[in-house]
């Protein structure tokens, strides 16, 4: 998210997860961390996910699968200790790969709006509809924060920057399309899955955003529902 003042006027008012959900995203690496020998509250949750033996009992080659997929995703410390914050992303991976490709079986997005990008909080999910028919998605995204969260309702792009950059955090916002104040879809270089989300924004990797911004335009309604967990 960003301050989106421009020079000029500006009105204020999928492949994705059909594929694997490890694939198509870069990620942040976390600071070292020496492995825990310490068997987490989660342990045997962590372990199936993993597709380690499932005993409960953390070992030297559990810290290690754990703590590469600390490092992959962003979670910190990654000491490779299974607890509430690595297996919480786990979980969600698991309920987003649930939904396969009918992510609005719920009829939660409007469907009476033509082309329409809708974003499920709960899920941390998007993808672009037209009607009923799946146009592209879903995807996978990292949005809002605890005390940043992404707004829900009905929204309209209407605002578009190929090369943003924030001018409240001094951050790259590649692919905006601005659609709730500062809130816009873009690109980040981070896990979709890094904790604890964005500053508002719904981010995106940047093949999500690249897609998005080809098959959207400003006038497009986007529609925001849900509420992300911990927030």
């Known amino acids: 998210m960003g301050d989106i003042r421009r020079r000029g006027a500006v009105a204020l008012g999928i492949t994705g997860l059909v594929a694997p959900l490890t694939l198509a995203l870069t990620s942040a690496p976390a600071e ?45 410390p990654a000491a490779g200790y299974a607890g509430p914050v690595t297996w919480g992303v786990m979980d969600l991976m698991n309920k987003q790969r649930a939904v396969g490709n009918n992510p609005d079986k719920d009829g939660k997005c409007p469907v009476n709006k033509g082309r329409i990008a809708c974003v499920d909080l709960t899920l941390q999910l998007s993808w672009i509809q037209d009607g009923s028919r799946l146009v592209y998605g879903p995807v996978p995204v990292r949005t809002g924060r605890k005390g940043y969260v992404t707004r829900t309702g009905l929204k309209k792009i209407y605002w578009r920057d190929l090369h943003h ?6 951050v790259p916002m590649p692919y905006s399309q601005f659609f709730d104040g500062g ?10 899955w890094n904790p604890p989300g964005s500053h508002g924004c719904v981010n995106m990797t940047t093949a999500d955003a690249k897609k998005y911004w080809s098959l959207l335009k400003v006038g497009d309604d986007v529609f925001v529902y849900g509420r992300k967990p911990g927030t």
């Open 32 to 76: 070292a961390a020496s492995c825990t020998t310490q068997t987490g509250p989660y342990q045997k949750q962590v372990e199936k996910f993993l597709g380690r033996p499932v005993d409960g009992r953390q070992s030297p080659a559990d810290c290690k699968a754990i703590q590469a997929f600390q490092n992959k995703h962003g979670i910190t």
């Open 165 to 170: 950059v924030s001018t409240v955090y001094d």
């Open 183 to 192: 809130q816009a879809f873009h690109s980040v270089n981070l896990s979709m």
